[in-house]
């Protein structure tokens, strides 16, 4: 069983990027949980299976689709530009602080290894790689925006 403080952090993670379940296997065993999305309140607690790992959301905007597989650089359109995705849940932000330089502007060359952003999930922040080579050709988030699994970050010309 997961202890009261994680059930505590993921329930705030739920209500903080408006999600409305929440399927995770943690230490303790699996754990499902579900929130009225109907403005009610109230997170129900499902005793969960042996599941694959996944968070559902709430219906996104129109335009953004997660990908079927782990988040990269997908295809972005048929400009030939691809999409660097987020790998999760959580806090978009272009810089490692409010005062320091973005990591990605419109116009940079990136290569797999530089990174972009940073995403926080949970008082973790994590650094998201391009996992391509190409030209940013567009920022797709505003700094601080809640991000879905699977949402485009960034559009990319590949080379």
């Known amino acids: 069983m997961v ?6 952090q993921l329930i705030k993670l739920m209500v903080d990027n408006d999600l409305t379940e929440l399927d995770i296997q943690a230490e303790g065993g699996p754990v499902k949980l579900r ?14 299976g042996p599941q694959v790992v996944h968070a559902a959301a709430a219906p996104m905007a129109p ?11 997908t295809d972005g359109g ?3 530009t691809v999409t660097i995705d987020s790998p999760m849940v959580g806090s978009f932000y272009s810089a490692s602080s409010p005062d320091a330089k973005a990591f990605a502007n419109v116009g940079d060359h990136v290569d797999p290894d530089t ?10 922040f994590n ?5 391509t080579s190409g030209t940013i ?9 809640a991000v879905e699994f699977g949402q485009p970050l960034f559009s990319i010309k590949p080379y």
């Not at 650094?127 to 996992?131: F, G, V």
């Open 78 to 80: 048929d400009d030939g």
């Open 115 to 124: 990174v972009v952003c940073i995403v926080e999930a949970m008082k973790v």
């Open 3 to 8: 202890d009261l403080k994680t059930l505590k």
């Open 63 to 73: 335009g953004h689709h997660p990908s079927a597989e782990l988040p990269d650089a």
């Open 35 to 48: 929130r009225n999305s109907q403005g009610g309140g109230g997170v129900q607690f499902v005793p969960a």
């Open 137 to 145: 050709q567009k920022v797709l988030v505003e700094d601080g925006q």
């Open 127 to 131: 650094e998201i790689k391009a996992e």
